[in-house]
């Protein structure tokens, strides 16, 4: 079981000659993840709320491909989360706009309690990952600010996580 929203997969090369790999991560119902690009044998998956009830049973599975083609997948790994969307995260998110956006994006510091008690003091900062789990942007949070306002123009579009302090929330970049 992890109690975590960020998980790595880590798998052994078998094939020889490996130009790709093809990861899939799937509960009962359905898949909800597939990349098929992947050039390293590891890979961090970040879980959000749209994929479902969070303590689901999960599988991954992967595949190589070689100048043969795909090859067999493997074994399916099986894995279980323990993960709730706390009031705090959605309270975050609410503090967060445009949702979706194109240039620049805001959060409200003043009205987001949760920040109010964790505090903005001198050190803390910003972070912005994307779906990889590598962060692609940090800014310090001035002390005294109500707001913080990113240029977020140069990033591409897609899905991102916003983290303060240990709060995380999403936001889509258009």
Request: proline share 3%.
């Amino acid at each position: 079981v992890f109690y975590t929203d960020t998980i790595r997969f880590i798998w052994r090369s078998s094939a020889p000659f490996v130009k790709n790999y093809h990861l899939e991560i799937f509960n009962d119902n359905k898949v909800f993840f597939g990349k098929a690009d992947l050039t390293d044998t590891s890979f961090v998956f970040i879980f959000d709320s749209l994929i479902g009830d969070f303590s689901d049973n999960y599988y991954w599975k992967v595949r190589a491909s070689n100048s043969s083609g795909w090859g067999e997948w493997s074994t399916q790994f099986k894995f279980k989360t323990d993960l709730k969307v706390s009031i705090s995260e959605l309270e975050l998110s609410n503090n967060i706009y445009p949702n979706p956006v194109s240039e620049y994006i805001e959060i409200n510091l003043d009205r987001c309690a949760t920040l109010s008690k964790f505090g903005t003091s001198e050190g803390n900062e910003i972070k912005i990952y994307n779906t990889f789990g590598e962060c692609v942007m940090t800014e310090p949070i001035h002390p005294i600010t109500s707001s913080h306002r990113m240029n977020i123009e140069h990033l591409p579009i897609g899905l991102y996580f916003i983290q303060i302090g240990d709060k995380f929330a999403k936001f889509v970049k258009e």
